[in-house]
């Protein structure tokens, strides 16, 4: 049942209305982070990520970027204060910029601080400088190899020097990058040190991230899991880590690499649990809203989008979803096990 008081404007100390309620979760969590999905079409298999042969979701299935666009604008209204645009990998979705142009609108206004997006960095060199001139400021870009023949191995299809160029293009542009790096045992694990000294030199942050168990693959993923645990600890024989206190309501856990001067994150979702302090949901190309990566309830926003153009019964179901966000995820892998979420990242948003 919906809580009526989430529904109306409040009212601050000298009586001016204040806006809509903020997205309050069970746990009084509240979410200021919207991570959306525009397609889950990429130009790159990622063996750690999809199928080789994908079947990909009937376009006619996928929210309009106009609609897309509604639905940014409901929670924007209630609070929500940085857009990250995924998934599949967004920048192959056709007329894709037409999205940002509408959203820069938030920014303009200041009714959204933070407008970015996760890409694999094969078009930056295409849309990096409009990007920029929208007011994309940061960016993540998806790279686990330095290795031109084990690049194309793991992504089964891609050119490392595109992505390469792609990241100079984003930086040239001046927006901030971001390496995000999944740890792949036996794949990159003895290349990690150098792509942090690689992407530091550059002025340029590094994420590690561990493998998920999301969707089904050719692969076992118990042969492909790094815990950062252990990745950590032989950095330790090269590197001095620095904790830091960063928390953005993320996932990740911020050191300091002081041979460096860079920052390295390390998201865990399966050695350390990282949902205590969780903002964000996700909503999928065909308007399903996840209150968790690692849950299977969802809310359908696609049908009361198009059922109603009142923005106020949009929003009364966005305000219900997040009633059922939950304390945490159930993430785990073991070997012969199902994946823990049969859907792949590729669907939800990386």
Request: proline share 5%; aromatic share 4%.
């Amino acid at each position: 049942m919906l809580d009526d008081s989430s529904l109306t404007p409040q009212t601050s100390a000298v009586g001016v209305p204040a806006g809509p309620a903020p997205l309050i979760d069970p746990f009084q969590r509240a979410i200021s982070y919207l991570r959306i999905s525009v397609t889950d079409r990429c130009d790159l298999r990622c063996a750690y990520c999809m199928s080789e042969h994908m079947q990909f979701l009937p376009k006619r299935d996928l929210l309009t970027l106009e609609e897309l666009d509604r639905l940014c604008g409901v929670f924007i209204a209630r609070g929500v204060r940085k857009l990250r645009i995924t998934g599949g990998e967004p920048l192959v979705r056709r007329d894709i910029m037409h999205l940002f142009r509408r959203l820069s609108r938030h920014l303009d206004s200041g009714a959204l601080e933070e407008l970015t997006l996760t890409t694999n960095g094969t078009q930056l060199t295409r849309y990096a400088d409009e990007l920029a001139s929208l007011g994309v400021r940061r960016i993540n870009v998806s790279l686990d190899t330095l290795d031109p023949d084990k690049f194309r191995e793991i992504t089964r299809r891609g050119d490392l020097a595109v992505l390469l160029d792609g990241i100079a293009a984003a930086r040239a542009a001046g927006m901030k990058v971001k390496i995000n790096a999944v740890a792949l045992r036996d794949v990159n694990a003895d290349e990690i040190p150098d792509m942090i000294a690689w992407a530091h030199g550059l002025g340029m942050d590094m994420t590690l991230i561990e493998v998920m168990p999301l969707g089904e693959i050719e692969a076992d993923r118990t042969d492909q899991f790094l815990p950062l645990s252990v990745a950590r600890q032989r950095l330790e024989t090269r590197y001095t880590l620095t904790p830091l206190p960063d928390r953005t309501g993320g996932p990740a856990r911020y050191v300091r690499v002081e041979e460096t001067g860079g920052k390295l994150g390390f998201i865990t979702p399966l050695t350390h649990n990282f949902c205590e302090s969780c903002n964000r949901v996700r909503l999928t190309c065909t308007g399903q809203l996840y209150m968790c990566l690692g849950q299977e309830d969802s809310a359908d926003l696609r049908a009361v989008l198009r059922a109603s153009q009142d923005d106020a019964v949009l929003a009364a179901a966005v305000v219900e979803a997040i009633t059922r966000k939950p304390k945490g995820h159930d993430f785990v892998i073991e070997r012969q096990r199902p994946a823990a979420v049969p859907r792949h990242m590729s669907v939800t948003g990386g």
